[in-house]
């Protein structure tokens, strides 16, 4: 028979100022979330054409979805460069928003880019501009 034996002893390590000690309720590990962007129809805006709805999900680290994380900020990009509001019909609504691109034969061939940004989770989608 193996006895073991321990004496309690209180630690003389003190916490250091400004750096978090754990609390025991709360979990450790930092969750990761990621995010992807769909789009309604082809990845496709026709000049003159109806709106699209895009919709951002969350996921967590097991692929899962997160429904209660935060929607963030969508912007957008043409070609790298922000759009002019006035390019744009924008109706939000929740983790969706219904854009309808307003702009003229010009922007043909060109690249939207359609991102959304909530904390750490960035994801974005290209859409080509194309002739009615």
């Keep these: 028979m193996v006895a073991w034996w321990a004496d309690w002893k209180e630690s003389e ?11 025991e309720d709360q979990p450790t590990s930092s969750s990761t ?5 769909t789009c309604s129809g082809k990845p496709q805006f026709k000049i003159g054409g109806s709106a699209k709805t895009f919709t951002v999900t969350y996921y967590n680290e097991d692929n899962e979805v997160v429904e209660d994380y935060p929607v963030g900020d969508w912007t957008f990009f043409i070609d790298g460069d922000p759009v002019d509001t006035e390019l744009l019909t924008l109706i939000p609504d929740g983790n969706k928003v219904k854009v309808k691109f307003l702009g003229d034969d010009s922007y043909i061939g060109k690249i939207l880019t359609v991102t959304n940004t909530s904390k750490d989770a960035v994801a974005s989608l290209q859409i080509e501009i194309i002739a009615l």
């Design 33 to 37: 979330v990621t995010s992807t962007i």
């Design 13 to 23: 390590v003190e916490p250091v100022p400004g750096i978090p000690v754990p609390d």
